[in-house]
């Protein structure tokens, strides 16, 4: 089971590498809307990537191979209190998805909407 979990972390991380890889591009000006969105997604992406692979690939195999190791690293971290380290950066790319959202926002109306209530914009729903 743990070679099949490891395997999908694998295809994962390089599935989003690869989406990663494909929006580039779009870092070439900074401050505008995709710009932030690439930035936000490539760090979460980063996130989901060494999670899975530190949990579904390094900590099983240093299990299996450094059982000691494994132990006293899991001792130095306290366990799962290393997710904290995971849950910080994704609050970073959580703060480059709304500041992506604010600079969606029609240049006139954006400074009345800052990157923590950009999110709410359009006060209604306009489908035309």
Not at 83 to 110: H, T, W
Request: with cysteine.
């Amino acid at each position: 089971m743990a070679l099949i979990i490891g395997t999908i972390a694998i295809i994962n991380a390089a599935g989003l590498l690869m989406i990663i890889w494909a929006f580039r591009t779009s870092l070439r000006v900074v401050g505008e809307a995709t710009w932030w969105f690439v930035v936000g997604f490539a760090l979460l992406s980063f996130i989901l990537i060494t999670r899975g692979l530190y949990w579904d690939v390094a900590m099983p195999i240093a299990r299996a191979y450094a059982p000691a190791s494994a132990e006293a690293w899991r001792d130095m971290v306290h366990g799962r209190m290393f997710n904290v380290v995971f849950s910080g950066l994704k609050m970073v790319s959580i703060y480059c998805a709304l500041k992506c959202r604010q600079a969606l926002i029609p240049e006139d109306e954006r400074h009345l909407w800052p990157w923590w209530i950009a999110w709410m914009h359009p006060t209604k729903i306009r489908f035309w």
